[in-house]
């Protein structure tokens, strides 16, 4: 069987192979109540001494509900209800938006939950996390090879802490209407002619809302790194050292602070992940980079916004074309023993092999997008048109601190702390990126005490 060892996450790999809500506070309780001796359990899916039959089991299910899309829920509980009838096996379901607290609970009493979902890399899940590598061998195979961003951030100690859901990727939305009146039909290629067209629609009170704020979990991690990366800036190098002290780094900074003046709106330094939204959705901004829950919604409440507006690809700097994936995860704490664990470990194999899986990924239309490369040709992608643009970006996403070979405890934690939020958010709103620079190194210092 192939290997599925982690390996630095470059671009080209990314396209050789293929063709994040952050944690909240409390990580470092999290982390002390999972204990280095916590046992780990056999691999999910291995061979017992004695077959284990699951008929009488008990899944409990834990995890955030899919608030923007509920259909999202449906797919997962009608699989889950129908798997359950036909093994003869009891699964339950608990959703809440305060996730981290109830994990943390689950896990101090060995009770509460056997599968989780989550968002945030597994790290500090991960001494009461199963060890579930070989079912995601399994589904590696079925599926054509794990795209980098999958072992980068579930793989630790040659393990996988869970089995990935898929991914959330960060489009460029645009009022196409609004464009049209300035001569073009897309939303420009290059920062530097958006930085141009932006500064014409400020000008007649059509401002960009790019999220450089340390305030949203999602949209605060993923849009300033769109930038930050298109101009050769980076968080760490391939050995862990830091790299975001550097020439590129500032270039990125000085572009995003004369975006800010120029073209965007004042208010963009402090959104949270809902303000671009609505600021959209009510023909304030020309533009944001977002997942599709503005559109969506717009079909249905705002028609006019739907109808005016499409989706890009993020625009390409000197260093290149970046977009960001964050991966939402299911795994099972090892408090799962005996039949409980057969069954959490085949509900997993089951839901995520492609003929099912595929379903989910159809009702998200674009909202999560797979990573694994033979869903490519299958029947998931959106239909609607102004969606499309979700089968070239599953290829192009990375993952928070990608030229490392995994995921790392400081990694996560800048990921965490929005840092790279308050960076750009600290840059655009003193415009001294220098200062600002300054300041987040000074942060990213006291986290490595942490890490």
């Known amino acids: 069987m192939r290997s599925l060892k982690a390996q630095p996450m470059t671009r080209r790999l990314f396209l050789k192979g293929a063709g994040l809500v952050t944690i909240s506070a409390g990580i470092t309780a999290l982390a002390a109540c999972a204990p280095a001796t916590a046992p780990t359990g056999a691999p999910a899916g291995e061979a017992a001494s004695a077959p284990v039959s699951t008929e009488g089991a008990t899944v409990r299910f834990l995890g955030g509900p899919w608030s923007f899309l509920p259909a999202l829920d449906v797919v997962i509980e009608n699989f889950a209800n129908q798997w359950a009838s036909e093994n003869n096996v009891t699964v339950t ?23 989780i979902q989550y ?13 579930v590598s070989d ?21 630790q100690d040659g393990k996988w802490l869970g089995a990935p859901l898929g991914q959330h990727n960060w489009f460029i939305n645009y009022r196409q209407d609004w464009l049209k009146e300035e001569g073009l039909e897309t939303f420009p290629d290059t920062w530097d002619e958006a930085l141009a067209l932006g500064a014409k629609l400020k000008a007649k009170g059509r401002p960009y809302g790019m999220t450089f704020s340390d305030q949203a979990g999602g949209d605060g991690n993923a849009v300033p790194r769109l930038v930050l990366w298109a101009f050769g800036g980076k968080e760490f190098n391939e050995d862990g050292s830091l790299a975001l002290d550097s020439e590129q780094t500032l270039a990125a900074l000085n572009f995003a602070i004369q975006l800010h003046n120029e073209a965007g709106d004042p208010g963009e ?3 949270d992940d809902g303000a671009n939204n609505a600021a959209f959705l009510a023909s304030k901004l020309s533009m944001t980079a977002n997942v599709n829950t503005i559109y969506l919604p717009a079909l249905e409440k705002n028609p006019d916004v739907a109808e005016g507006m499409n989706h890009a690809l993020p625009p390409q700097g000197p260093g290149g074309r970046f977009g960001y994936g964050q991966l939402p995860w299911w795994g099972i704490l090892n408090h799962t023993q005996g039949a409980d664990l057969e069954a959490a470990s085949d509900l997993i194999r089951q839901f995520f092999s492609i003929k099912n899986l595929s379903e989910f990924y159809k009702a998200g239309q674009g909202y999560i997008l797979p990573l694994l490369p033979n869903y490519e040709n299958e029947p998931i992608w959106p239909e609607d048109p102004k969606l499309a643009i979700a089968k070239e970006m599953f290829k192009l996403a990375l993952p928070a601190g990608h030229a490392l070979p995994h995921q790392t405890k400081l990694a996560s934690l800048i990921q965490d702390k929005i840092l790279i939020g308050k960076l750009f958010s600290q840059a655009c709103s003193t415009g001294d990126a220098n200062a600002a620079l300054e300041g987040v190194m000074k942060d990213i210092a006291d986290l490595e005490l942490l890490a």
């Open 119 to 131: 968002s945030s890399p597994p790290h500090i899940f991960a001494n009461a996390l199963v060890d």
């Open 269 to 271: 330094v402090g959104y």
């Open 135 to 155: 079912l995601v061998h399994e589904l590696d195979e079925e599926g054509g090879g794990y795209l980098p961003n999958a072992p980068y951030q579930m793989v």
């Open 93 to 115: 379901f608990e959703r809440d938006t305060q996730l981290l607290p109830k994990i943390q609970t689950a896990i101090e009493t060995g009770g509460g939950a056997n599968i």
